[in-house]
């Protein structure tokens, strides 16, 4: 899962980052507005963290073009500004949840996943598909009865076919879900990864789209 | 008892009043009394020619009778049947007739025993007043040359005439009457007259805190309106200064939030780390954070404080000792990035102010070169004295600000867009109003080489005579 996290100060930024990766997000920081929009121009996220308190383009005017051009990525806002006042105007500009300064991080991980859950259409934390039993929040992985260790790309891989199921996920899309802005790229890293995936799920689960890449099917 | 308008007022009116009437109605009295004696002594004359005109019997006749000049008044004044002003006491005339050559024709014998029969006859006609037997008496003395007669009348001084204090009482007596009237008119109208200045302090009163509105209470009296509007002006300070310290106080809130924010994060972050080295890390940012947020604090109170005090004690001091001291304070961060800073300049240009605080705006402006400049780089601290004007400026060669970011630098909690080092965005900001309490103007532009940042706050020079 690619998060954006949009913060303009340092110490907050890192420990947000910090606690989305140890939550198993892949995560991409931006610390402007500006840089923020060229971020989300080119790249598909599956959630973004935005600091309304951001100079150059504002968190606010960020979150008004992101919905004018039509992207429905959920959006949670963070500020200290966190008045009943500020927090309508925040939701109406298309915010999908707010959390005020000093929050918790923890409860800002629980958020996230909460938003990504209603953007996947599921109401509850585990998803069911076949005999895999799949919990995000644990990160953990069952076939029937049997838990299986998963390393966290082979986790993040199986996720993004998971809550894609009957969308083809191409190679590409599947290296963005994986990696960061900072991290580099392994070349034959995603066929190397499904391969295990395989052996240790079932041969059967991921189906291979020629020339374009993998697919989980709908039940 | 405080002072009151309405009572000086009132007092100040009818004393004033019974004043002019006290001085109307002593030179009435006196005019009177004047009046009643021109009076007096024109009837003495008249019995003085009756009594020239009579022969011998007859004037030894009027010696034994008794003449009440209140006889002599009523017959004189047919219609004065009132008797209000006359005398209450009998009051005789007396009078001595001489003859050619000074013998006594005729004489009331009363003249005897008050000594006077043998009292020389004055020389020329006329009135005047002499003392017999203790008592003054008015007398007039008429020589008449046909008969060679000398008359001289006597007559009691009416040195209390019922007379004038009759005339006395009839003017005194509607003043005062008239007085508790004109004391009752006079206190309602002052009353009347200041009811604006209840109006307005009881729209005072009805005041809180909260609502600051300027007072309106109608049409207002000249008098009344320079209060209200002194009133008003007095509002709506206060109103724009406490909207200022709400603001601050949100925008103070806000600012704080932020460290906090970043300590609990990463104090998480830290709980949640398995990793040694990431742990170790994530707890550094959180003293890290700590340091802000006291920062922050301290200077949060700093600016509250210069909010406060509007009056600083101010004595002459140099920029550049202070500059001397700021550096020494922050060598180590400098040396840290490996900044060279300079002092150079007017060493013994003098400037008016409060040592402490112009530590403080020399601190932070070093604090902020050192913070926001090239590792490596240079900074140069300049005390220049142009004309009237000290000028101390603090030149940076780091990346600078951009020119839109410029003019709100100085806005509190305001931090440039990229920059990495951590600030509050209170520092400028305490520098313009530091520079502002001692007279001095704030210019940002170009750093060393057109690069950086300048500050230059511009001083009056202090001279001897300022």
């Known amino acids: ?219 | 008892m405080g002072a009151s308008i309405r009572r000086r007022l009132a007092l100040l009116v009818l004393a004033s009043i019974v004043l002019m009437w006290g001085i109307a109605l002593v030179s009435s009295y006196r005019q009177a009394t004047r009046e009643v004696g021109e009076w007096e002594d024109a009837r003495l004359a008249e019995l003085a020619q009756i009594l020239a005109l009579l022969d011998q019997r007859n004037l030894s006749t009027l010696a034994n009778a008794r003449i009440d000049v209140r006889e002599e008044e009523r017959h004189g004044e047919p219609g004065a049947n009132d008797n209000d002003d006359d005398d209450s006491l009998p009051r005789d005339a007396l009078f001595q007739v001489r003859g050619r050559s000074g013998e006594v024709l005729a004489g009331s014998p009363q003249l005897r025993e008050l000594g006077a029969w043998d009292l020389p006859v004055p020389v020329a006609s006329g009135a005047r007043d002499i003392t017999l037997g203790g008592q003054m008496y008015h007398s007039f003395t008429l020589r008449d040359t046909l008969l060679g007669h000398t008359v001289r009348v006597f007559e009691l001084a009416n040195t209390r005439s019922d007379l004038v204090s009759g005339v006395a009482s009839r003017i005194a007596r509607p003043t005062l009457i008239a007085l508790p009237v004109l004391a009752v008119l006079v206190w309602f109208s002052i009353g009347w007259s200041l009811a604006p200045l209840r109006v307005l302090s009881g729209a005072i009163r009805a005041r809180d805190v909260n609502r600051l509105e300027p007072v309106d209470i109608g049409r207002a009296p000249t008098e009344v309106r320079p209060l209200v509007d002194a009133i008003n002006l007095l509002l709506s300070r206060l109103l724009h200064s406490l909207e200022r310290e709400r603001a601050f106080t949100a925008d103070a809130a806000h600012e704080l939030k932020t460290p906090l924010a970043a300590i609990k994060v990463q104090a998480q972050v830290a709980l949640a780390e398995t990793d040694k080295a990431r742990q170790r890390l994530a707890m550094e940012r959180v003293v890290q954070g700590v340091d802000r947020s006291a920062r922050l604090a301290e200077q949060l109170l700093l600016l509250a404080r210069l909010d406060v005090h509007e009056k600083m004690t101010a004595a002459p001091l140099k920029p550049a000792v202070v500059a001397k001291n700021a550096l020494l304070a922050n060598e180590r961060s400098a040396q840290q990035k490996n900044i060279h800073v300079t002092l150079t300049g007017d060493m013994r240009a003098e400037i008016n102010a409060e040592p402490v605080l112009i530590g403080i705006l020399l601190d932070n402006l070093l604090d902020n070169a050192i913070k926001y400049g090239r590792a490596g780089g240079s900074i140069e601290v300049a005390v220049q004295h142009a004309e009237d004007r000290i000028q101390v400026t603090v030149r940076d060669d780091g990346p600078g600000v951009a020119p839109g970011d410029l003019d709100r630098l100085t806005n509190r909690f305001f931090r440039a867009t990229g920059n990495q080092a951590t600030g509050s965005g209170l520092g400028l900001s305490i520098v313009a109003r530091i520079a502002e309490h001692f007279g001095a103007s704030l210019r940002l532009g170009k750093g060393i080489g057109e690069r950086g940042l300048a500050v230059e706050v511009s001083f009056p020079a202090y001279t001897q005579a300022s």
């Open chain 1, 1 to 219: 899962m690619r998060v954006l996290l949009v913060e303009d100060d340092d110490l907050i930024g890192c420990g947000i980052e910090a606690g989305l990766r140890q939550a198993g997000f892949t995560v991409d920081w931006a610390r402007d507005g500006h840089k923020a929009g060229l971020a989300l121009d080119t790249t598909v996220y599956a959630l973004v963290v935005l600091d309304l308190g951001l100079p150059r383009v504002s968190g606010m005017e960020l979150l008004k073009r992101l919905r004018d051009s039509g992207k429905d990525v959920p959006v949670l806002v963070l500020t200290a500004r966190s008045t009943v006042l500020d927090r309508v105007g925040g939701l109406e500009a298309g915010a999908d949840d707010y959390l005020g300064k000093p929050f918790d991080l923890t409860e800002l991980i629980a958020r996230c996943r909460a938003l990504l859950r209603r953007a996947q259409g599921r109401s509850v934390e585990q998803i069911r598909y076949l005999d895999l039993t799949v919990n995000p929040a644990a990160q953990t992985v069952e076939v029937g009865t049997r838990r299986v260790p998963l390393t966290s790309r082979e986790w993040a891989i199986l996720l993004q076919l998971l809550t894609n199921q009957g969308i083809p996920q191409s190679r590409s899309r599947l290296e963005e879900s994986l990696y960061g802005w900072q991290e580099e790229i392994e070349s034959n890293a995603i066929e190397v990864h499904v391969s295990n995936l395989r052996k240790k799920l079932g041969a059967k689960l991921i189906k291979t789209v020629r020339n374009i890449g993998y697919v989980m099917e709908k039940e």
